[in-house]
């Protein structure tokens, strides 16, 4: 049965140094406040897993939480690069960053395999493109049925998963719902997960098309409202575009950057 915590509390408990971390979130419900929160309390040697890692990810691998990212695409969307990316590939700044480069499908049947307890995925998938020759987790098997040649992907399984979510009852039952991504297979896959949502409530309200999450595949529920600002929560707050034009001038500079952690995430305290 997953516990109510406090977000830092749940942060010091399941999130550890040299852990694969998963933080996922399509578009709407990305778990920035927990991002910054792994970021407050300096984790070291992460794996970073995310389908389409986007400024939170930036932020981690510039306050030098991440030595290597599994990933599909990133960028800030809607503006461009992301600069604290860019720099720790291209200059090992603050720290180098090794890349596990992967389509979308891809990652999506990744995650699949490993909430299906399964060591690998098979998809129709890479053909027409170099993407192998350049990440060695691309292989390909043959059909025994048909003899087709196939791309086979090793399941990700990792040690914690966070997302966000809009809300939760009391004995830890999650429910979440609108534009959804992998969340529900990166819980299903990972050994632990945290789940900040919106608002805890005495009891989950029916919703056609939410996904829920029932208490025994969650280790831990946090109340974080407002927890997906820059990006959106349906039904709660809408995406603050002006957000993600800023973020592209505070990252492109090393001392900005540095500034930035310092009077936003260093010098502030998330409640236990």
């Known amino acids: 049965m997953a516990e109510v915590v406090g977000l830092a509390d749940g942060i010091a408990e399941l999130v550890r140094d040299g852990d694969t971390v ?3 979130g399509f578009t709407h419900l990305i ?12 984790r070291r040697n992460l794996t970073l897993v ?11 691998i510039g306050a030098g939480c991440a030595r290597r990212l599994v990933f599909a695409w990133g960028g800030n969307p809607g503006v461009g690069s992301l600069h604290r990316f860019r720099d720790a590939v291209e200059n090992g ?13 891809g990652m999506a049947n990744r995650y699949v395999a490993g909430a299906s307890d399964l060591p690998f995925a098979v998809l129709r998938g890479y053909q ?23 791309a086979a992907v090793p399941a990700i399984r990792p040690d914690v998963a966070v997302i966000h979510a809009q809300r939760a ?8 719902w609108g534009l959804a991504g992998v969340q529900k297979e990166a819980v299903l896959a990972s050994t632990r997960s945290l789940v900040t949502v919106e608002e805890i ?8 098309d939410a996904v829920v999450l029932p208490t025994w595949v969650v280790s831990a529920v946090a109340e974080v409202p407002g927890g997906a600002r820059p990006s959106y929560a349906q039904d709660y707050y ?3 575009n002006d957000a993600y034009r800023a973020w592209d001038e505070v990252s492109r500079d090393r001392e900005t950057f540095n500034a930035w952690l310092a009077d936003t995430i260093y010098e502030t305290a998330e409640s236990a």
Do not use: K
Not at 50 to 59: A, E, G, K, L, S
Not at 169 to 176: H, I, P, T
């Open 128 to 150: 027409g493109t170099d993407l192998a020759e350049h990440t060695d987790t691309i292989r390909t098997v043959i059909c025994p049925f048909t003899g087709e040649e196939l």
């Open 238 to 240: 809408e995406r603050d």
């Open 22 to 24: 998963a933080l996922e």
């Open 169 to 176: 009852d009391r004995r830890g039952n999650v429910q979440l």
């Open 201 to 208: 409530v005495e009891e989950l309200e029916p919703r056609p």
């Open 31 to 42: 778990p920035v406040r927990a991002g910054q929160e792994i970021i407050r309390q300096r």
């Open 50 to 60: 995310r389908m389409t890692p986007d400024i939170v990810y930036d932020q981690l």
């Open 93 to 105: 700044w603050p720290a180098p960053l090794e890349l596990d480069e992967h389509s979308h499908a």
